[in-house]
Nanobody, 115 residues
Framework: QVQLVESGGGLVQPGGSLNLSCVASGSIFIINSMGWYRQAPGKQRELVAGSVSGGITKYADSVKGRFTISRDNTKRSLYLEMNSLKPEDTAVYSC?????????WGQGTQVTVSS
């Protein structure tokens, strides 16, 4: 089993910044991909940013230029730097890991952007 623990969420004003972290533990082998997803009330979960082997990253159009995903494989950690936050970024952000055909999720961390 793999455990994922996110941290760094909170309340921030529009235009502000937050940094999310996700630490993986357990039976980790070769990670195919890690990513950040979010789900706002009444909406489907969506991919925010993903990182696959080889350093390839992808972003949702709505966050391009504002969010940056990064990984530290030695620390088994995934990060999301979020800048210029908007009220529409408000959601529960969850960390995802895929390996060996299995998928694992963290419990999520709440991000609220409001004045």
């Amino acid at each position: 089993q793999v455990q994922l623990v996110e941290s760094g969420g909170g309340l921030v004003q529009p235009g502000g910044s937050l940094n999310l972290s996700c630490v993986a533990s357990g039976s980790i082998f070769i990670i195919n991909s890690m990513g950040w997803y979010r789900q706002a009330p009444g909406k489907q979960r969506e991919l925010v940013a993903g990182s696959v082997s080889g350093g390839i990253t992808k972003y949702a159009d709505s966050v391009k230029g504002r969010f940056t995903i990064s990984r530290d494989n030695t620390k088994r950690s995934l990060y999301l730097e979020m800048n210029s936050l908007k009220p529409e970024d408000t959601a529960v952000y969850s960390c995802n890991l895929r390996q060996r055909g299995s998928e694992f999720w963290g419990q999520g961390t709440q991000v609220t952007v409001s004045s």
